[in-house]
């Protein structure tokens, strides 16, 4: 490896250790959150000249003040004594509050010893974000109407108002977990909840009155806050959900643009498209030229990417500095767009699924571009050009339509 000439620390809320099966002469062996990515940010950064190594908050000693982190070498994870990091790439997603907790004190701890840089800063939760992105004009329009569900008799309205057929989603969650669509079925008299569980799973309920319903509703939200939209009939022509997503980053002049757009098509009867929960990725340009005419589908595309840059840039200003984000898109069968979720950790594991190994390459590459600037500008002897480092690839000024992974989306 060469000389590095800045450290890097990917930092996730727990890494768990898989014991060793020794009646099969193994050895125990990590388990990261997400392996592979991790591995493609590593075998990038060796290229770029960049200490990267991962940890989470039982990686540090409060006591001796020391930090390990899993290096990739030679195939494989190795646990080794570590230098604080110059630049920390968060992703953390916390399964509960305690995991939470001990990240933040982790952190405040390494900070007291070491200035350390965010590579990229937070979003809120959705019905903060909604709240931000409805003051622009030029967004509104893309905005589903919504509500927070946080008072008694809130849900009786909103299901009145939106025709008894609405879609309830966590404020806070992610990948689709805990989504739901209620409606109502005139043919059985017969109120259905159908959507994914906290644990991802499908399920799909049936109410005779409802009470009922808003019995199971209040016990199954508990003390998490939600949030309701109206559902919205984003399918295919085979009736399959399906929505858009959009990678932005910035890249190595700290500059918006964007890296992938793909669509993802969920399971036939889910309320979700996300990977996650079973769905695929293909081209968006294929899959909406199949929907609308490939004219048309450009149009779309075109529009939809320069809301995406238009969205970050006002996110970045209500919120701080941001590094990259996904925005999810919803397409109606008439062509109307919306703009449903944007998260500040997307994914991007279909771009391998799709077969897009260049965004693949640059989707893995524009954080690690973008921390050299960041510690360029607080370490002015820092050498910027990119041949001191490794050859990489140039960054397509053209924003063409790449496939990405995506997390989180409404059905």
């Given at each position: 490896?060469?000389?590095?000439?800045?450290?890097?620390?990917?930092?996730?809320?727990?890494?768990?250790?898989?014991?060793?099966?020794?009646?099969?002469?193994?050895?125990?062996?990590?388990?990261?959150?997400?392996?592979?990515?991790?591995?493609?940010?590593?075998?990038?950064?060796?290229?770029?000249?960049?200490?990267?190594?991962?940890?989470?908050?039982?990686?540090?000693?409060?006591?001796?003040?020391?930090?390990?982190?899993?290096?990739?070498?030679?195939?494989?994870?190795?646990?080794?004594?570590?230098?604080?990091?110059?630049?920390?790439?968060?992703?953390?997603?916390?399964?509960?509050?305690?995991?939470?907790?001990?990240?933040?004190?982790?952190?405040?701890?390494?900070?007291?010893?070491?200035?350390?840089?965010?590579?990229?800063?937070?979003?809120?939760?959705?019905?903060?974000?909604?709240?931000?992105?409805?003051?622009?004009?030029?967004?509104?329009?893309?905005?589903?109407?919504?509500?927070?569900?946080?008072?008694?008799?809130?849900?009786a309205r909103l299901i009145t108002h939106h025709g008894?057929?609405?879609?309830?989603?966590?404020?806070?969650?992610?990948?689709?977990?805990?989504?739901?669509?209620?409606?109502?079925?005139?043919?059985?008299?017969?109120?259905?909840?159908?959507?994914?569980?906290?644990?991802?799973?499908?399920?799909?309920?049936?109410?005779?009155?409802?009470?009922?319903?808003?019995?199971?509703?209040?016990?199954?939200?508990?003390?998490?806050?939600?949030?309701?939209?109206?559902?919205?009939?984003?399918?295919?022509?085979?009736?399959?959900?399906?929505?858009?997503?959009?990678?932005?980053?910035?890249?190595?002049?700290?500059?918006?643009?964007?890296?992938?757009?793909?669509?993802?098509?969920?399971?036939?009867?889910?309320?979700?498209?996300?990977?996650?929960?079973?769905?695929?990725?293909?081209?968006?340009?294929?899959?909406?030229?199949?929907?609308?005419?490939?004219?048309?589908?450009?149009?779309?595309?075109?529009?939809?990417?320069?809301?995406?840059?238009?969205?970050?840039?006002?996110?970045?200003?209500?919120?701080?500095?941001?590094?990259?984000?996904?925005?999810?898109?919803?397409?109606?069968?008439?062509?109307?767009?919306?703009?449903?979720?944007?998260?500040?950790?997307?994914?991007?594991?279909?771009?391998?699924?799709?077969?897009?190994?260049?965004?693949?390459?640059?989707?893995?590459?524009?954080?690690?571009?973008?921390?050299?600037?960041?510690?360029?500008?607080?370490?002015?002897?820092?050498?910027?050009?990119?041949?001191?480092?490794?050859?990489?690839?140039?960054?397509?000024?053209?924003?063409?339509?790449?496939?990405?992974?995506?997390?989180?989306?409404?059905?």
């Open positions: 490896m060469k000389a590095a000439l800045i450290r890097v620390g990917v930092f996730v809320a727990s890494i768990e250790t898989v014991p060793a099966d020794k009646t099969a002469g193994e050895t125990g062996r990590i388990k990261l959150p997400e392996p592979l990515f991790y591995q493609k940010l590593s075998e990038a950064a060796e290229r770029l000249g960049i200490d990267l190594f991962v940890f989470s908050p039982s990686q540090y000693n409060k006591h001796t003040k020391q930090l390990t982190g899993f290096r990739f070498r030679s195939g494989s994870w190795t646990e080794e004594q570590c230098l604080l990091p110059d630049i920390l790439y968060d992703r953390c997603f916390y399964k509960q509050a305690a995991e939470r907790a001990a990240c933040q004190e982790v952190l405040a701890a390494i900070r007291e010893q070491h200035p350390i840089r965010s590579l990229s800063g937070s979003l809120p939760a959705k019905w903060e974000v909604y709240n931000s992105l409805r003051q622009f004009p030029q967004l509104l329009p893309l905005l589903p109407q919504t509500a927070k569900v946080d008072q008694k008799g809130c849900l008894k057929d609405i879609f309830l989603k966590p404020s806070a969650g992610m990948q689709g977990r805990g989504a739901m669509r209620i409606r109502f079925l005139p043919l059985s008299l017969q109120w259905e909840a159908t959507g994914r569980t906290r644990k991802n799973l499908p399920f799909r309920r049936y109410f005779e009155d409802y009470s009922a319903l808003t019995q199971w509703i209040t016990t199954f939200i508990g003390h998490a806050s939600y949030i309701a939209q109206p559902y919205l009939h984003l399918i295919d022509q085979s009736g399959n959900p399906f929505d858009l997503r959009v990678l932005v980053q910035k890249d190595g002049n700290g500059r918006w643009g964007i890296t992938g757009t793909a669509v993802r098509i969920g399971l036939p009867d889910s309320v979700t498209s996300n990977l996650h929960g079973g769905g695929t990725a293909s081209g968006a340009s294929e899959q909406l030229s199949q929907l609308f005419g490939s004219a048309k589908a450009k149009r779309m595309i075109n529009k939809i990417q320069d809301i995406s840059i238009y969205t970050a840039e006002r996110l970045e200003n209500s919120f701080g500095r941001l590094a990259e984000l996904g925005l999810d898109f919803g397409i109606e069968p008439d062509g109307r767009s919306w703009l449903l979720e944007v998260n500040a950790k997307p994914g991007r594991s279909s771009f391998q699924q799709f077969g897009d190994h260049l965004a693949d390459q640059l989707s893995v590459e524009m954080p690690l571009r973008y921390a050299r600037m960041l510690t360029q500008r607080s370490n002015k002897p820092f050498v910027t050009n990119d041949s001191a480092t490794a050859p990489i690839l140039v960054y397509p000024s053209d924003k063409r339509i790449r496939s990405d992974n995506v997390q989180e989306v409404h059905p």
